[in-house]
């Protein structure tokens, strides 16, 4: 198997490894980069994680917000969305599976761009044994978003729709399920949020 092949699987298949509760919002993409890092370091795959670490920070430089560090590329796609509102790759971030309860007939969108089907997209250009040594734009983002997405995949609400007679269109992974809730950590309440919005606060 060529080299960059198994730098990106080897780094694929450890951020898979990462338990889910782990990875909600900014500090769970953290710590799925930070885990993925610190396991292909005790593998003895440093040189494989230094050529990943040099291919996500390249042109950096054009991504003021981004953090300078591997960890900190895990969150460049957000960053993309919520800071330069570039919202092209929206539906890369999630995969909306359905779960069916009640038996209400529904026939779920079919979404070719989702987080499934970027990461495959990822893997098939960044392992292209022909380019291996070469460092380009679209390499460097393809491996951030790769590196964000596998850390939304472990989130349920990026991974799953709710169908019933309610949803009959699916809840778009908790979006359309809205809830009261106070918190106690800052004394405030929060009326009518969305499933996925509770764990940023």
């Known amino acids: 198997m060529k080299r960059d092949t198994v730098m990106i699987r080897a ?4 951020c898979l490894s990462v338990h889910a509760s782990l990875a909600w ?3 769970g993409h953290v710590m799925v980069a930070r885990i993925a890092y610190e396991d292909l370091a005790a593998n003895n795959l440093t040189s494989i994680l230094d050529e990943a670490v040099d291919l996500a920070l390249f042109g950096a430089e054009l991504s003021p917000n981004m953090t300078k560090t591997f960890e900190g590329v895990s969150l460049w796609a957000d960053d993309m969305k919520s800071m330069q509102s570039i919202h092209i790759w929206d539906t890369w971030h999630f995969i909306d599976l359905p779960i069916l309860q009640d038996g209400t007939p529904v026939t779920p969108e079919n979404n070719p761009n989702n987080a499934l089907e970027m990461i495959q997209d990822a893997l098939t250009v960044l392992t ?3 380019t291996r040594t070469v460092k380009t734009i679209e390499k460097a983002s393809l491996l951030r978003f790769l590196i964000h997405i596998v850390g939304d995949i ?6 799953a729709a709710y169908y019933s007679q309610q949803y009959k269109k699916g809840d778009q992974g908790g979006n359309y399920i809205k809830i009261t809730w106070e918190a106690s950590h800052t004394a405030v309440s929060y009326t009518h949020l969305t499933l996925p919005t509770i764990y940023s606060v």
């Open 25 to 27: 919002w900014e500090f």
């Open 154 to 159: 472990h989130q349920p609400l990026h991974t």
């Open 128 to 130: 292209q044994p022909e």
């Open 11 to 14: 780094f694929f298949f450890v």
